[in-house]
């Protein structure tokens, strides 16, 4: 059974830090893309950044990019999102999600993790 | 990238069909079959319900189907029950390897 388990979110100052990280099971991690996504209070949802399963390519919303750096360790199946210089818009749920075809980047996210919410204020 | 155009709200009544169309451009659902929908409950993570303009992953019910013309594409749920009231989001591939999404569709089953 595939599993996407988040952690890491809080409540952080705007021009703060914060680094997420997704646990995956239950599939070969590191053959599939993986990406975040998140969701603002009442808002829809919003791409933030995808990665190829080997790490190598990364991609970015023009939103968060120069700001978010997405990685992965595939040695402990874990996808992160390093976020810098947050801003009160990034406030949001963040989810990770799984590519649905092996070793191709298609955004088609066929599971999706529970979420974890981010805050950003003072 | 500007989000997809969908629909704040569609609304019928169980057993009757529903259609919400999803209108992007030339640069993401005009040039690309990477076309998903996706359902949300209230509370509940995103679960994928079309991909690739018309396919249904397995264990989505042949009530849902999707289309595609032009730069529009469409989800049709057909048979309506209580339990596909939700928000609907549209996705496309784009030609800047990004991934937009839809606005978002609450559907009311009266």
């Known amino acids: 059974e595939v599993q996407l388990l988040e952690s890491g979110g809080g409540l952080v100052q705007p021009g703060g830090s914060l680094r997420l990280s997704c646990a995956a099971s239950?599939?070969?991690?590191?053959?599939?893309?993986m990406s975040w996504v998140r969701q603002a209070p009442g808002k829809g949802l919003e791409w933030v950044s995808g990665?190829?399963?080997?790490?190598?390519?990364?991609y970015y919303a023009d939103s968060v990019k120069g700001r978010f750096t997405i990685s992965r360790d595939n040695s402990k199946n874990t996808l992160y999102v390093q976020m810098n210089s947050l801003r009160a818009e990034d406030t949001a749920v963040y989810y990770c999600?799984?590519?649905?075809?092996?070793?191709?980047?298609?955004?088609?996210?066929?599971?999706w993790g529970q979420g974890t919410l981010v805050t950003v204020s003072s | 990238q500007s989000a997809l155009t969908q629909p704040p709200s569609v609304s019928g009544s169980p057993g009757q069909s529903v259609t919400i169309s999803c209108t992007g451009t030339?640069?993401?659902?005009?040039?690309?079959?990477?076309v998903s929908w996706y359902q949300q409950p209230p509370g509940t993570a995103p679960k994928l319900m079309i991909y690739?303009?018309?396919n249904r992953p397995s264990g989505v019910p042949d009530r849902f189907s999707g289309s595609k013309s032009g730069n529009t594409a469409s989800l049709t749920i057909s048979g309506l029950q209580a339990e596909d009231e939700a928000d609907y989001y549209c996705?496309?591939?784009?030609?800047?390897?990004?991934?937009?999404f839809g606005g978002g569709t609450k559907l009311t089953v009266l």
């Open positions: 030339s640069s993401d659902v005009g040039s690309y079959n990477r």
């Open positions: 990665i190829s399963g080997s790490g190598g390519s990364t």
């Open positions: 690739e303009v018309s």
């Open positions: 996705s496309s591939y784009t030609s800047s390897t990004t991934l937009v």
């Open positions: 239950g599939f070969t991690f590191s053959s599939y893309a």
């Open positions: 999600a799984k590519d649905w075809f092996p070793r191709l980047l298609t955004l088609t996210l066929d599971y």
